[in-house]
């Protein structure tokens, strides 16, 4: 064997992409010695996708607090890719459901406010392309919880 290309997705809650490959890949060279190894982490849309585009495109993570399904603040953070432009963001790492306990998971009672928030901050800081990542999420709302925080004001019939 000359080359082995390793592509792996992560396993939810356990592994990322980057730590599954490291620790396959370490196993095909103990196994294969003389195997070039080339680890190309991928994901789905879902947790892990804003790390491996960040990757990918020489970018940088930006923490900050945003609101949770609940809205109660939480720490998180999205990617910027390396030209500054496009933003990645992952639904679950601030609207996700693993951010709500499981005796209170209702979606008719959680938002998509702080994945607007993200978005928010990103085009505060000059982004105008987004890759969006929608797996995960504790949400049922359409995304109106996302355009109030982008300023968006919905009303019914009586204003």
Request: glycine share 14%; aromatic share 6%.
């Amino acid at each position: 064997m000359k080359k082995v290309v390793i592509a792996i997705d992560s396993f939810k809650g356990c592994l990322s992409s980057f730590e599954a490959g490291a620790a396959v890949a370490a196993g095909v060279r103990a196994a294969c010695p003389n195997s070039e190894v080339v680890v190309q982490p991928v994901a789905d849309g879902g947790e892990g996708m804003q790390d491996v585009l960040i990757a990918a495109t020489g970018g940088r993570r930006i923490a900050l607090q945003a609101h949770a399904p609940l809205m109660e603040l939480h720490d998180t953070y999205y990617g910027i890719s390396g030209d500054g432009r496009t933003a990645f963001i992952e639904m679950a790492s601030i609207s996700g459901l693993p951010l709500v306990p499981e005796h209170r998971r209702n979606p008719m009672l959680t938002t998509t406010f702080g994945t607007g928030e993200l978005i928010c901050d990103a085009l505060e800081r000059g982004c105008r392309d987004f890759v969006i990542g929608i797996g995960g999420s504790a949400t049922n709302d359409a995304g109106l919880g996302m355009l109030q925080a982008l300023g968006f004001r919905f009303t019914d019939r009586e204003g």
